[in-house]
């Protein structure tokens, strides 16, 4: 009876309250432990919770992270230089100690960038198209890129429709994916699994194991190129559909997607800050916040970076790149305004609150924090990722490590404005 009686309240609790009642209950426990130590339990909560959260560990809920973040000293900005051409794309091993990068040059430098010193560890040529299975490395420009959350794995997708897959660890190419009938555009592993899901400039997604070196299924539905896409831990992606102006989430088991539409642009890329939230980056400069519950967005900043004088009309920067802490409330915009933008998600993620300017020339195309929120990653190009419509002389084709100072206090979902 007692099991029925305890069945029957847990029905009638909506989804929300059973997420306020199981982070209250978690961050009672984290006081009590605190209490037993010499460390303020406030402290306590917010290492903890940190922790939690970067190594998935905690509750199943939105517990999110407020950071409050110090304006970078332009001068602590470490700049590595190595690509001959623009970066496109770049990501951050999962214990944060190295860098994968590549470039238009088509040259792959993996097995990485030491973070701490900045040495460049590895370099995979590339060769001319058609030579791929001579050449290690991707004979076209590499546009996109992901690591498993294990670290185990690395994929690369280039304009000439293949999908590489490297050991992360010793910078062997393991296997090719075929497939799509265009560029790759995005790649993303699904968070604690070697499931790998792919976009492609021929409007459709695709899932692979990568561990069994396998195709699983093709998903249709965008009506104009693929720009950027990306997953979570749930067995779903997000991806942005450029001039059909919308975003979609795609559902795999069910096979269904739900369509997203604010933008007045091209939407160009695409981040999930956890798994009820999304950011996205438009060539009209707008900036939207969503909810996966609701099909306008929750926010829209316009022209978030500017506008800019273009042969006598004034037209806005065109965000090029997004970036969240995950879980977090931070988040990191790129274009090619002269700076990379910080901003703050208010209450409900319903507002957008400019925080910082960090000034870098050039185009930013990718833009990744570390897990820990401890630093921020820029890839630098003279040119925009997907095209030469504009080229800035004066930047430098580079990756910029980007230290961030902040303090953590952490808060349950039901207030997610309090800092």
């Given at each position: ?317 065109w965000i090029s790149a997004v970036a969240p802490l995950r879980n977090s409330d931070l988040l990191a915009t790129g274009s090619h305004s002269g700076s990379v933008k910080l901003w703050k998600c208010g209450e ?72």
């Amino acid at each position: 009876r007692r099991r029925r009686e305890a069945a029957e309240e847990e029905v009638d609790e909506t989804p929300q309250e059973k997420k306020l009642r199981l982070a209250k209950q978690y961050l009672e426990e984290l006081r009590q432990l605190g209490e037993s130590r010499p460390l303020p339990p406030a402290d306590l909560i917010g290492d903890r919770l940190k922790e939690d959260v970067v190594s998935g560990g905690g509750p199943s809920l939105n517990i999110l992270l407020f950071l409050q973040v110090q304006p970078p000293d332009p001068a602590s900005i470490r700049v590595l230089r190595g690509h001959q051409l623009p970066v496109t794309c770049l990501v951050i091993s999962p214990d944060n100690r190295f860098i994968f990068s590549a470039s238009k040059d088509g040259s792959l430098i993996k097995c990485k960038w030491e973070v701490d010193s900045g040495k460049r560890l590895c370099v995979v040529p590339g060769g001319k198209k058609g030579t791929e299975e001579r050449h290690m490395g991707h004979a076209s420009q590499v546009l996109c890129m992901a690591i498993s959350s294990d670290g185990k794995y690395l994929a690369t997708g280039d304009r000439n429709k293949l999908i590489m897959i490297w050991d992360a660890a010793t910078c062997k190419r393991l296997h090719i994916f075929t497939g799509h009938r265009d560029a790759v555009s995005g790649l993303s592993f699904r968070k604690g699994t070697h499931q790998l899901y792919s976009a492609s400039h021929d409007r459709c997604v695709k899932v692979w194991d990568v561990a069994e070196n396998a195709y699983v299924e093709t998903l249709f539905g965008h009506q104009d190129v693929i720009t950027g896409l990306d997953s979570l831990s749930r067995e779903c992606c997000v991806t942005a559909g450029g001039r059909d102006g919308t975003v979609r989430l795609w559902k795999i088991p069910e096979e269904s997607q739900l369509v997203f539409s604010g933008h007045q642009g091209s939407i160009d890329c695409i981040q999930l800050i956890n798994e009820e939230h999304m950011v996205s980056g438009a060539d009209d400069g707008s900036l939207a916040l969503w909810g996966l519950t609701k099909k306008k967005p929750l926010a829209l900043a316009r022209q978030a970076h500017g506008v800019q004088e273009s042969q006598g009309l004034e037209q806005p920067y065109w965000i090029s790149a997004v970036a969240p802490l995950r879980n977090s409330d931070l988040l990191a915009t790129g274009s090619h305004s002269g700076s990379v933008k910080l901003w703050k998600c208010g209450e409900g993620f319903r507002k957008l609150e400019h925080l910082w300017d960090i000034p870098l020339v050039g185009f930013v195309n990718s833009l990744k924090f570390s897990a820990t929120g401890d630093f921020l990653v820029a890839g630098i190009g003279q040119e925009h990722r997907l095209g030469r419509w504009w080229r800035i002389k004066e930047a430098k084709n580079s990756i910029c490590i980007i230290p961030l100072k902040q303090k953590t206090t952490a808060s349950g979902p039901e207030s997610p404005g309090s800092s």
